[in-house]
């Protein structure tokens, strides 16, 4: 796997750029300007503690929060300024798989993978179905779009959210703690699933984690977010960090798998 994971991003140019981005809840300041680029067919993973503003610096960065201060932009276009004609343009280049797979208990499989089709689409149902067919044999769940999301595990059911992520060929993937939840088997089926597709089809990639396993064998770049600093402590990629690192913060994590390891 490490072999795999040094792939070649398509350029340096960046698909998202973070400008003096501040995001409150109420008196609370989580992010406070904060500046970042995602690069064009990178691996971004963004970590940190409980409380640092992962989850919520992946809001603001797909449109679903505004910024109390700053802008988002997205293939040149700020997110928050666009009408919404442009923003679903924008959000039909991205895909999202959440924590919770967010598949519907009452449709099948492919009904689930489908839905962009039908929603930013005007293609045919037989040409959706082949699609949906040939999605769900990316993530190696040829042959149960007649399933009903109860009936898959837990595995299956993140591979299916995967699967519905990409219907719409996205420049940007979106991951919300991926491997949450997940047994190592699986776990390490998605990672590869990651690997792939950023290497076969250039996808860039933006994963929120607290892994650090997965996020040292998938990431190009970290970027580390604190709660007390309302912002970004550090950033690289691994094998820098871990070489560099002089900070408690920074190295508590990137070598917390290996202290668990020596424990045991």
Same mark, same amino acid.
């Given at each position: 796997?490490?072999?795999?994971?040094?792939? &070649?991003? !398509?350029? $340096?140019?960046?698909?998202?750029?973070? %400008?003096? *981005?501040?995001?409150?809840?109420?008196?609370?300041? #989580? /992010?406070?300007?904060?500046?970042?680029?995602?690069?064009?067919?990178?691996?971004?993973?963004?970590?940190?503690?409980?409380?640092?503003?992962?989850?919520?610096?992946?809001?603001?960065?797909?449109?679903?929060?505004?910024?109390?201060?700053?802008?988002?932009? &997205?293939? !040149?276009? $700020?997110?928050?300024?666009?009408?919404? %004609?442009? *923003?679903?343009?924008?959000?039909?280049?991205?895909? #999202? /798989?959440?924590?919770?797979?967010?598949?519907?208990?009452?449709?099948?499989?492919g009904e689930n993978v489908a839905l962009p089709l039908s929603s930013f689409t005007r293609i045919s149902?037989?040409?959706?179905?082949?699609?949906?067919?040939?999605?769900?044999?990316?993530?190696?769940?040829?042959?149960?779009?007649?399933?009903?999301?109860? %009936?898959?595990?837990?595995?299956?059911?993140?591979?299916?959210?995967?699967?519905?992520?990409?219907?719409?060929?996205?420049?940007?993937?979106?991951?919300?703690?991926?491997?949450?939840?997940?047994?190592?088997?699986?776990?390490?089926e998605l990672e590869m699933l990651i690997l792939g597709i950023n290497a076969g089809l250039g996808t860039?990639?933006?994963?929120?984690?607290?892994?650090?396993?997965?996020?040292?064998?998938?990431?190009?770049?970290?970027?580390?977010?604190?709660?007390?600093?309302?912002?970004?402590?550090?950033?690289?990629?691994?094998?820098?960090?871990?070489?560099?690192?002089?900070?408690?913060?920074?190295?508590?994590?990137?070598?917390?798998?290996?202290?668990?390891?020596?424990?045991?």
């Amino acid at each position: 796997m490490e072999g795999n994971r040094k792939t &070649v991003r !398509g350029s $340096d140019d960046p698909v998202i750029v973070v %400008e003096g *981005l501040t995001a409150r809840f109420g008196e609370t300041t #989580v /992010l406070e300007n904060v500046n970042l680029k995602v690069l064009r067919g990178e691996i971004l993973c963004i970590v940190g503690g409980s409380g640092c503003g992962k989850s919520t610096l992946l809001k603001h960065m797909i449109g679903l929060i505004r910024p109390d201060a700053g802008r988002v932009i &997205v293939g !040149g276009d $700020d997110i928050a300024a666009v009408d919404d %004609e442009r *923003l679903n343009r924008i959000r039909r280049g991205i895909g #999202v /798989l959440f924590q919770s797979d967010a598949l519907f208990g009452s449709m099948t499989l492919g009904e689930n993978v489908a839905l962009p089709l039908s929603s930013f689409t005007r293609i045919s149902a037989e040409t959706a179905t082949l699609i949906v067919r040939m999605k769900l044999g990316m993530v190696n769940l040829a042959g149960y779009e007649n399933h009903y999301p109860a %009936e898959l595990s837990g595995g299956m059911r993140k591979r299916g959210g995967l699967a519905r992520a990409m219907v719409l060929d996205p420049q940007i993937l979106f991951f919300d703690e991926p491997s949450a939840g997940l047994d190592p088997i699986n776990a390490a089926e998605l990672e590869m699933l990651i690997l792939g597709i950023n290497a076969g089809l250039g996808t860039t990639m933006v994963i929120v984690s607290h892994q650090v396993d997965l996020v040292l064998r998938v990431a190009h770049r970290i970027l580390m977010l604190d709660r007390s600093a309302r912002g970004i402590v550090a950033e690289g990629p691994p094998e820098e960090l871990r070489a560099n690192a002089t900070e408690p913060l920074v190295r508590n994590f990137l070598f917390r798998g290996e202290a668990a390891t020596a424990k045991r």
